[in-house]
């Protein structure tokens, strides 16, 4: 029995559809996994009706790409659904991996030169271990590469707890941590059992997979040009998470007064100005090198989202947040490690001096007065913004404030400008692997380098070049 509310169909498997008068613009979306993972139930959960063919087997049942055309959002938006043939069968399967391989490959391909692509829905089973989603999501990506976004849509989750969206807070770290990148996901059950729990389940299901096709339409649609990403690191309690909210105008980052972090992991949020979308990735806290574990993690917390980011095209800008005060030599020390010694002054960086809210004049007035002290401590930045990112008793600052960061991020995302071309991409798994592995250097070579650059204690140094050489474990 199917308990979700019925949408639609409005053809399915490559059947010609009637024209109509207000027929909406057709998203299409490839649905591809392993045998098992519920594709098939996935496009009857969409549908609202049992279009696609499913089975209780351990064998797929899918034999050839199946085309179904649905409504949804209230019958606003065509989505056509491509359900795929399953991976990862053995030799004698009811369609062997290397020829469903070789399948989907084609389909990706075909569909994107004939613009007939638009999202990828890469389907997985809940229970399934981490790190063997890692070559599916491989095959798709290389296909792909960056010009079509990919969703993971997680299967099987009915009884998982306290809700089903708790899977991706468990293993989103460890999905960063495989060097894989998603546009977004959804955590659902596509199970048909009766009773009232199970139709919320599946209604919550299908809701969470409308506003994904949703939210990657809305991105497709504006514009043809990648997001750019900015990166936002610096010390802890620099204002880093509200610096995140300024430029996008709403709280989308939590923030704190404590000295304690806020920030755990790297986060990633969107924002919209001036008819342009960005990509703003909130980063761990850089402490003294002196605290040993905590450093390495932030450092390492890092190497993750670098390397993501070069799967997607590479940074665009740098922003060094640092609190109004002294540049003491921890400042320098974070400065050194990411501007100088990982990325080789390949990606633009400008410096925002926070809390500056109580300044004596206008805000800029501190740089004037500091940037030859900037100049002889070796801070080599392209761009600096001061500002307040608290509104408190100063709400014509704060606006101020949010209109020279734009200004900012809008000038060194411009197409072209970064230094030598779009082929400058910086990423901190291939330097420091590079550096330890032997290709650039040695790993005796590394640590020299970190002690006296960054500032690091011997001990960290050479801790620091492990981690990096161990990848994620």
């Known amino acids: 029995m199917n308990s979700s509310p019925r949408r639609d169909v409005v053809g399915a498997n490559n059947t010609e559809v009637e024209e109509h008068s207000h027929r909406p613009d057709t998203f299409s979306v490839v649905i591809c996994g392993e045998?098992?993972?519920?594709?098939?139930?996935?496009?009857n959960l969409i549908a609202g009706t049992n279009t696609a063919v499913t089975s209780c087997d351990a064998g797929g049942c899918t034999t050839t790409t199946n085309v179904h055309d649905v409504l949804i959002l209230n019958e606003t938006l065509k989505v056509k659904l491509f359900d795929t043939v399953g991976l990862n069968e053995g030799p004698r399967g009811i369609v062997p991996d290397k020829?469903?391989?070789?399948?989907?490959?084609?389909?990706l391909r075909t569909s994107m030169e004939q613009g007939d692509l638009h999202l990828v829905m890469y389907c997985v089973r809940g229970e399934r271990e981490i790190r063997t989603l890692r070559r599916n999501y491989e095959l798709i990506r290389s296909q792909v590469k960056t010009k079509v976004p990919i969703v993971l849509v997680v299967t099987c989750l009915e009884s998982y707890q306290p809700d089903m969206e708790n899977w991706w807070r468990v293993n989103q770290q460890t999905i960063s941590n495989f060097g894989m990148t998603f546009a977004g996901h959804a955590c659902i059950t596509t199970a048909t059992i009766t009773g009232p729990t199970s139709v919320e389940l599946r209604t919550q299901s299908y809701n969470a997979l409308c506003e994904l096709i949703k939210q990657c339409r809305l991105s497709n649609n504006?514009?043809?040009?990648k997001r750019p990403n900015v990166v936002i690191f610096g010390q802890g309690g620099a204002g880093?998470?509200?610096?995140?909210n300024l430029i996008a105008g709403k709280n989308v980052a939590k923030t704190s007064d404590s000295p304690t972090r806020c920030t755990l992991k790297w986060e990633e949020y969107p924002a919209r100005f001036d008819s342009r979308s960005y990509n703003i990735f909130d980063t761990v806290g850089l402490e003294e090198p002196q605290l040993g574990p905590q450093y390495l993690d932030a450092v390492e917390n890092a190497h993750s989202l670098i390397q993501n980011l070069e799967r997607q095209g590479g940074i665009d800008l740098f922003m060094f947040c640092m609190r109004a005060g002294q540049l003491t030599t921890t400042l320098q020390s974070n400065y050194r490690l990411v501007h100088e010694f990982l990325c080789e002054k390949k990606i633009p960086i400008v410096m925002v001096i926070t809390h500056l809210e109580n300044e004596v004049g206008e805000m800029d007035a501190w740089w004037k007065k500091n940037k030859d002290t900037f100049r002889r401590q070796e801070f080599d930045v392209d761009g600096h913004a001061c500002v307040t990112a608290t509104r408190g008793d100063c709400p014509e600052r704060y606006e101020q404030s949010r209109t020279t960061i734009r200004k900012l991020v809008k000038e060194f995302t411009t197409d072209g400008q970064k230094r030598g071309g779009d082929n400058l991409k910086v990423s901190l798994i291939q330097k420091l692997m590079g550096l330890v592995s032997g290709k650039s250097r040695s790993k005796k070579d590394i640590v020299p380098g970190l002690i006296k650059r960054c500032g690091l204690t011997p001990d960290v140094a050479k801790r620091l070049a492990d981690r990096i050489k161990k990848g994620p474990s």
């Open 222 to 225: 504006t514009g043809g040009n």
């Open 99 to 107: 020829d469903a391989r070789r399948i989907l490959k084609k389909l």
């Open 35 to 43: 045998s098992g993972s519920g594709k098939s139930s996935l496009v």
């Open 240 to 244: 880093k998470s509200s610096l995140v």
